[in-house]
T-cell receptor, first 111, second 111 residues
Framework: DVKVTQSSRYLVKRTGEKVFLECVQDMDHENMFWYRQDPGLGLRLIYFSYDVKMKEKGDIPEGYSVSREKKERFSLILESASTNQTSMYLC??????????FGPGTRLLVL | QKEVEQNSGPLSVPEGAIASLNCTYSDRGSQSFFWYRQYSGKSPELIMFIYSNGDKEDGRFTAQLNKASQYVSLLIRDSQPSDSATYLCAARTGGGNKLTFGTGTQLKVEL
């Protein structure tokens, strides 16, 4: 079974803080993704990576950056957290069969 | 803008009935389609995928694809209260593994 884990289930941060969300997968997948999910807006792609040290912007990259130094690990960074970044953050990974498998999600509250 | 559209619902069906969930997509280049189930507060989990026109069955679930009409559906036979969840439709376009998600349809199976 594919296992995707995320570093935290719940996080509370203050406006202006730098926030790190980490995702780890154990299936040697090339592709990893970061989404945010908000009521009424569905899943929106922030960034994705198709290889180590490679990254591509998704639909809503503003205010975020990512890092992929190892194949199994994909980090999402909020450089200076803002209240409009309060959301559920979901990581996913996919191999060459393209099916994406999701981690449990991190619910982030920015105060 | 490549879009995937779903009726947000809620769709209410009695226990034991067939639930029919629908999805349309705007990009004719979309090649494969995915249905995910998401329980409240949880992450999406894959139900099934479909690439070819026609029907694909997996247990109580049947996915239907009509590329000419740009329409995908998911039928759930013998609906159970445990099927109550939000169902997300997703489409893949092009050579990469990016998926575009609909906003989901909430299904309620009533006793």
């Amino acid at each position: 079974d594919v296992k995707v884990t995320q570093s935290s289930r719940y996080l509370v941060k203050r406006t202006g803080e730098k926030v790190f969300l980490e995702c780890v997968q154990d299936m040697d997948h090339e592709n990893m993704f970061w989404y945010r999910q908000d009521p009424g807006l569905g899943l929106r792609l922030i960034y994705f990576s198709y290889d180590v040290k490679m990254k591509e912007k998704g639909d809503i990259p503003e205010g975020y950056s990512v890092s992929r130094e190892k194949k199994e690990r994909f980090s999402l960074i909020l450089e200076s957290a803002s209240t409009n970044q309060t959301s559920m953050y979901l990581c996913a990974s996919a191999g060459d069969k393209e099916t994406q498998y999701f981690g449990p999600g991190t619910r982030l509250l920015v105060l | 803008q490549k879009e995937v559209e779903q009726n947000s619902g809620p769709l209410s069906v009695p226990e034991g009935a067939i639930a029919s969930l629908n999805c349309t997509y705007s990009d004719r280049g979309s090649q494969s389609f995915f249905w995910y189930r998401q329980y409240s507060g949880k992450s999406p989990e894959l139900i099934m995928f479909i690439y070819s026109n026609g029907d694909k069955e997996d247990g109580r679930f049947t996915a239907q694809l009509n590329k000419a009409s740009q329409y995908v559906s998911l039928l759930i036979r013998d609906s159970q209260p445990s099927d109550s969840a939000t169902y997300l439709c997703a489409a893949r376009t092009g050579g990469g593994n990016k998926l575009t998600f609909g906003t989901g349809t909430q299904l309620k199976v009533e006793l």
